[in-house]
């Protein structure tokens, strides 16, 4: 089980620092056309009929935020980095969305409910999943949904976390647990990859 070295290598970036480029990657920014529809059609698989409450945790600079909020989502993102929310926020201006400073284990939405918890390349680097998985749960309302996209990454020190370990997290969790394989779709991506990547949706 590797997790304080993969996490000690996610918690040493300066988020703050990595946002003015972090949009530079075809799959954060989104910016190349093909990359961009290929999300969107997942996300629009992957999600409720709009409009639902969803609450994208680690957000980044939103551009999955932007992406729901486009098919009719109310989307409230939280990332724990200022220089993030601060361009999520110039993204989706005008957007029903509202982005939050906080920690993406325990965001500050206080009693509020949401339909889905989307999560992308986040779960694996927090501390104790398990733990954070439970308290995600008590953010879904009834018939909620987690969304969430992981993998693992790299040969020679790979990080990450497997499928075959978050769907066993998520079973006393969910009612149904869904694993779809995503490393064969080079438009997610924006270049080929050999790599682990899913995504797992779970509905409660």
């Given at each position: 089980?590797?997790?304080e ?17 972090f ?13 961009r529809?290929a999300w969107a059609?997942?996300?629009r698989?992957?999600l409720p009929?709009p409009p639902a409450?969803?609450?994208d945790?680690?957000c980044?600079t ?6 729901a ?6 989307v409230?993102?939280?990332?724990s980095?200022?220089a ?14 509202v982005?939050l ?12 409910l ?6 992308r ?7 104790d999943p398990a733990?954070?998985l439970?308290h995600?749960r008590?953010?879904l309302?009834?018939?909620g949904?987690?969304v969430l ?5 790299g040969?020679?020190?790979p990080?990450?976390i ?13 009612a ?8 064969a779709?080079?438009a ?9 990547r ?7």
């Amino acid at each position: 089980m590797r997790n304080e070295s993969d996490r000690t290598v996610a918690v040493s970036v300066d988020w703050d620092a990595e946002a003015a480029r972090f949009d530079e990657e075809p799959d954060h920014g989104l910016g190349v056309p093909e990359v961009r529809a290929a999300w969107a059609a997942r996300l629009r698989a992957w999600l409720p009929e709009p409009p639902a409450d969803v609450l994208d945790l680690g957000c980044g600079t939103g551009s999955l935020s932007l992406l729901a909020a486009e098919q009719g989502h109310r989307v409230t993102g939280a990332d724990s980095s200022p220089a993030m929310v601060e361009r999520a926020r110039a993204k989706l201006a005008g957007r029903d969305a509202v982005f939050l400073l906080g920690d993406a284990a325990a965001p500050p939405v206080g009693e509020r409910l949401f339909d889905v918890v989307l999560v992308r390349h986040v779960l694996w680097a927090l501390p104790d999943p398990a733990r954070v998985l439970r308290h995600w749960r008590g953010l879904l309302r009834p018939g909620g949904r987690f969304v969430l996209v992981e993998g693992v990454w790299g040969t020679v020190t790979p990080v990450g976390i497997p499928a075959g370990r978050l769907t066993a997290l998520l079973a006393p969790l969910a009612a149904d647990v869904r694993v779809e394989p995503l490393s064969a779709v080079a438009a997610l991506w924006g270049k080929e990859v050999d790599d682990e990547r899913y995504a797992v949706v779970a509905t409660v």
